[in-house]
């Protein structure tokens, strides 16, 4: 296991949202293995971090590297002026992959970060988002498969910064972007992204079947069977993000398409016991 924030934990955002937790697990602690720093969450470099996290990396099977945002890239009242992870830490990554290409990155950032330079280093990338004062006990959970990862991203990670869709108007207030935020710029655009609003995996398979749409004016109610098909117990969320062939965008005209869910999470199989739900959701038409 390599890096600070395994042992340092951004696990709540700063300004505001700050708390003076009863006490704050960390993966050092949780994981127990091996543990080398790395690099310092100052950003500046150490050759005698890197060279110790490098050879311990050599040595391993497997190597688990924690990287992320320090608290002085992101917090309220600020904006972020680039999606980098700390140059220290990309080079700690890269060094790492050389030694040994069985490299698993867990990723500790409020905001999303750019990956497309990099995650072809690893075999695996967890997003851990900030996990909060018991996040060491639950990214050891989903490390060691205890647990099912079976989250979807809340957000598009664009392929880099001049991708976003404020990007043209920053800096400034206008918002010229209207409603073409988030999914609905990239969609609008056709535009190559790194991972797309709702994307996630899980160490289980479903399989949807049945579907059936019932439309009633500008309402339209979906309704489908959900089944866990996989050996592990896992949740799925149906989603959906754009109304059926509205490309109303294409000619100009306004975008008001939106999504309201109302679809059953589908709490997954248990051991040796096959799993169905049924699956129901209302979608409305909203600007």
Not at 85 to 112: F, H, R, S, T
Request: aromatic share 8%; charged share 25%.
């Amino acid at each position: 296991m390599i890096g600070e924030l395994a042992r340092t934990p951004r696990f709540q955002g700063a300004g505001c949202p700050q708390v003076n937790p009863v006490r704050v697990d960390n993966a050092l602690e949780a994981l127990e293995l091996l543990f080398e720093p790395g690099y310092l969450l100052s950003g500046k470099p150490d050759a005698t971090l890197l060279d110790a996290a490098v050879a311990a990396a050599a040595a391993a099977e497997v190597v688990v590297v924690f990287l992320g945002l320090p608290e002085g890239e992101e917090s309220e009242g600020l904006d972020r002026r680039h999606l980098d992870l700390p140059a220290v830490q990309l080079d700690l990554l890269k060094a790492i992959a050389e030694a040994n290409q069985n490299v698993v990155v867990v990723l500790a950032n409020g905001g999303v970060v750019e990956v497309a330079s990099w995650q072809h280093h690893a075999k695996a990338v967890l997003e851990g988002w900030l996990a909060g004062q018991a996040g060491g006990g639950a990214l050891a959970d989903l490390l060691f498969g205890r647990a099912n990862p079976c989250g979807r991203l809340a957000e598009t990670v664009p392929l880099r910064l001049q991708d976003t869709p404020a990007y043209l108007d920053y800096p400034g207030s206008n918002y010229g972007e209207r409603l073409y935020v988030g999914y609905r710029y990239y969609d609008a655009k056709d535009m190559p992204v790194a991972y797309p609003f709702g994307h996630g995996l899980s160490y289980t398979t479903f399989a949807y079947s049945d579907l059936r749409t019932e439309v009633d004016g500008d309402t339209v109610r979906v309704r489908l069977t959900l089944t866990n098909t996989g050996p592990v117990t896992g949740h799925r969320a149906p989603h959906r993000a754009d109304l059926p062939g509205d490309r109303r965008h294409r000619r100009g005209e306004e975008l008001r398409p939106a999504v309201l869910h109302r679809g059953r999470v589908h709490r997954g199989r248990w051991p040796g016991r096959p799993a169905a739900r049924q699956v129901r959701s209302l979608i409305k038409e909203y600007a």
